[in-house]
C-alpha cells in the first residue's frame, strides 16, 4: 500500500535534505513525495487573499491525488497521537484499499475546503514548527510507525 506526503515549498538547507532523503531511503519504493509552489502572496496579506492562496493550493492537492487516497492532513489544530496510535491509525488507512496522503499545508496553513475533504487532521503539537523541520519529524515518524507495525527494535 502506497504512503505519501505532500508539501509546498522547498527545502532549502542541505542537513533538513539530507535528512528527508535518508527518511525517504528507508520507507522505500512505496512511499511518494510530492512538492508544490506556494501560491505567492504580498508582504502582509489580507485575509481574503491568503484565503485565495490557499484554496488555490487545495485545488493543486486535489488535482494530484490518486484515487481512492485517504487524505489525512497535518495541522496544529489537529488530533495529537503518541507513536503506538499514529501507527495504529495508519495500518488502518492502509487497510481502507487505496493510498494514504499526508500534506503539510503551507505557510499560512490549509484550505477548509480542504479539511473538509480529509479523513483525518493530525498534529505533533500545539507548537508552530518550521516547514521544513516539520517534513523530518513527519518523515521520522512515519519511519517509527512501520518500524512499529514490522515489531523491528526502532522504536524502543
Known amino acids: 500500500m502506497q504512503i505519501g506526503l505532500f508539501a509546498f ?5 542541505k542537513y533538513w535534505t539530507d535528512a ?26 489580507s485575509p481574503a487573499e491568503i484565503e485565495q492562496a490557499l484554496e488555490k493550493e487545495a485545488q493543486v492537492i486535489l488535482a494530484n491525488l490518486p484515487e481512492q487516497t485517504t487524505l489525512i492532513l497535518l495541522s496544529k489544530e489537529g488530533r495529537m497521537l503518541d507513536s503506538e496510535e499514529f501507527s495504529a491509525h495508519l495500518e488502518k488507512w492502509q ?3 487505496g493510498p494514504v496522503i499526508f500534506v503539510i499545508g503551507s505557510s ?14 493530525l498534529s505533533f503539537s500545539k507548537m508552530t514548527f ?4 516539520m517534513r ?12 512499529i ?8
Open 108 to 121: 499560512y496553513g490549509i484550505a477548509d475546503s480542504l479539511r473538509q475533504k480529509s479523513h483525518s487532521i
Open 136 to 147: 523530518v519529524l513527519f518523515m521520522e515518524q512515519l519511519y517509527r510507525a512501520k518500524s
Open 9 to 13: 515549498g522547498k527545502l532549502k538547507e
Open 95 to 97: 487497510h481502507l484499499g
Open 20 to 45: 528527508f532523503k535518508n527518511y525517504e531511503k528507508r520507507l522505500g519504493k512505496a512511499f511518494l513525495f510530492k512538492e508544490f509552489k506556494e501560491e505567492r502572496l504580498p508582504q502582509n496579506p
Open 149 to 156: 507495525q514490522a515489531g523491528d527494535p526502532y522504536h524502543k
Open 130 to 133: 518550521p516547514h521544513q523541520l
